[in-house]
């Protein structure tokens, strides 16, 4: 019901967008995030906006570079990555949560998207 796209290879100091679009289900009233997975490490938090497209929040490492926005009536949340570093390289999933604030831990989401390879050369 999520599908998360806009991942690609970019050197680093690039940008990407990242899009998620929701198919089938409105998640206009849900909070949505972004995570993050690198090979050999956990699943971590990136960026999190609630229903109402407001209170946005990021996790130290990406604050100042990462943006998150939605289009209520596109049904889609987007990334917008700038300065993109080599530890940026992770798999990016977007996810819902049906607490409109959607929160910084996984376990507040309910709906996972299939994720989207972002790979940051140096």
């Known amino acids: 019901q999520l599908q998360a796209f806009g991942g690609g290879l970019v050197q680093a100091g690039g940008s990407l967008r990242l899009s998620c679009a929701a198919n089938g289900r409105t998640f206009r009233s849900y909070g949505m995030g972004w995570f993050r997975q690198a090979p050999g490490k956990e699943r971590d938090f990136v960026a999190t906006i609630n229903w109402s497209g407001s209170s946005p929040a990021f996790a130290d490492s990406v604050k100042g570079r990462f943006t998150i926005s939605r289009d209520g009536a596109k049904n889609t949340v987007h990334l917008q990555m700038n300065s993109l570093k080599p530890e940026d390289t992770a798999v990016y999933y977007c996810?819902?949560?049906?607490?409109?604030?959607?929160?910084?831990?996984?376990?507040?989401?309910?709906?996972w998207g299939q994720g989207t390879q972002v790979t940051v050369s140096s």
């Open positions: 996810a819902a949560s049906t607490v409109v604030a959607g929160g910084t831990s996984g376990s507040s989401y309910d709906y």
